[in-house]
Each structure stands twice: as structure tokens, then as C-alpha cells.
């Protein structure tokens, strides 16, 4: 059974910095491409980040690059997602998703989510 | 970027209406589409890929069509369990889009 249970969301000051976390499990992890999705508060979804499963490729929304960073650490089949310079904008639940090819494909299963607030 | 525009927004129907939502992208996809249904609280799920092949485990009255740059997401007898969010999303390019959401609520 395909399971992704993301961590490390909490509430940072703008201008502050946070890493998320997607443990998983349930499938070659290195065969998969993995992404990470957010939602803010009453809004749309919207793609932000996404890396091949070789972990060679990253790929990144126009509103994330530049201050956030994916990777995978795929001894320990985790994704990750570095947040940096982090505004009010960026406050969000935040999903990880697993991608049906290794560099393609729907978002097939989805973690839980972890809600990240940028607030002084 | 791709946009992706999906129509209507909100959408209020009756338990057995037969319910079509449409998604518009803004240069062609070609079938590199999928939909998602998500509730409340909870994390969006897979209903359809590839425009119109279903999800293992999703029932049969989901359905989708088209290619290109109109695409139809369609529940053939709307039940309880259906009232969500639905959106669209494509997958031809490295930067992938959503649609901005349909509601489908209780008439």
C-alpha cells in the first residue's frame, strides 16, 4: 500500500525558512517522479515543485523558484521541499504527491498535508 | 504557462443528475489531462488520467473525454457521496497546472 505522510509545517516568521518532509512507502521510490502541491486557505490547488525519480530533474512553479528547493533523499525515501525567505503568500497546506512515471504522469496518491502559516 | 480554465465554478445539482464539468486549456494538451475530486479537510484523490481512462477503484459513472484543449469531466447519476471539489489538471509540460475548482453542491 502506497503511503506518503508529510511533517515539519508549523507557523515561521516572513522572511524565515522551513523544511518539509514526505516519508514513503509502498513502492520504489527512485522509480517515481514526486511533486508537491499547496492550497491556500479557501483556495485552488497549485503545483509547485516537482523532481524526476533519478532525482537529476527539478522543476519549479515562477512563484516558488529562486526560494524553494526539492529534493530526495532515496536511501531514506523521503522528499523534501526547502523553504526559504518565506512571506504571508506562501501560508498553505502543503501536500506531496506521488507521480505515475518516473518523469510524467497524474498525481496517483497524495499525502495527508501539512500546514504552513507565515505570520510575525 | 498552460492555463487552465474550468467551467462553471460552482455547480448545484440533484442526487441522480447527470453533471458535466469543462476544462479549457489555453494550447493543446493533446490527452495529458486529469481530474481530482477532493473533500473537505481532505487530500484531492485521482479520478481520471490520460482525459478519459478511469482510476482503479473509482466508480463507473465518472467519465472523461476530449483532447486537445476541451475536455469534459462527466458523473452520469450524481450521489451523496459526489458533492466536492473537483479540478483539472494538466500534464504536458514540465510545469503542470490546475484548473481553478468546481464546486458541485446540493440543489
Do not use: H
Not at chain 1, 7 to 15: A, E, K, R, T, Y
Not at chain 1, 53 to 66: E, I, K, L, Q
Not at chain 2, 48 to 56: E, K, V
Amino acid at each position: 500500500e502506497v503511503q506518503l505522510l508529510e511533517s515539519g509545517g508549523g507557523l515561521v516568521q516572513p522572511g524565515g525558512s522551513l523544511r518539509l518532509s514526505c516519508a514513503a512507502s509502498g513502492f520504489t521510490f527512485n522509480n517515481y517522479a514526486m511533486t508537491w502541491v499547496r492550497q491556500a486557505p479557501g483556495k485552488g490547488l497549485e503545483w509547485i515543485s516537482a523532481i524526476r525519480g533519478s532525482g537529476f530533474n527539478t522543476y519549479y512553479a515562477d512563484s516558488v523558484r529562486g526560494r524553494f528547493t526539492i529534493s530526495t533523499d532515496n536511501s531514506g525515501n523521503t522528499l523534501f521541499l526547502q523553504m526559504n525567505s518565506l512571506s504571508a503568500e506562501d501560508t498553505a497546506v502543503y501536500y506531496c504527491a506521488k507521480r505515475g512515471g518516473e518523469n510524467s504522469g497524474p498525481f496517483d496518491f497524495w499525502g495527508q498535508g501539512t500546514l504552513v502559516t507565515v505570520s510575525s | 504557462d498552460i492555463q487552465m480554465t474550468q467551467s462553471p465554478s460552482t455547480l448545484s445539482a440533484s442526487i441522480g443528475d447527470r453533471v458535466t464539468i469543462t476544462c479549457r486549456a489555453s494550447q493543446s494538451i493533446s490527452g495529458w489531462l486529469a481530474w481530482y475530486q477532493q473533500k473537505p479537510g481532505k487530500a484531492p484523490k485521482l479520478l481520471i488520467y490520460q482525459a478519459s481512462r478511469l482510476q482503479s477503484g473509482v466508480p463507473s459513472r465518472f467519465s472523461g473525454s476530449g483532447s486537445g484543449t476541451e475536455f469534459t469531466l462527466t458523473i452520469s447519476s450524481l450521489q451523496p457521496d459526489d458533492f466536492a471539489n473537483y479540478y483539472c489538471q494538466q500534464y504536458s509540460s514540465y510545469s503542470l497546472t490546475f484548473g481553478g475548482g468546481t464546486k458541485v453542491e446540493i440543489k
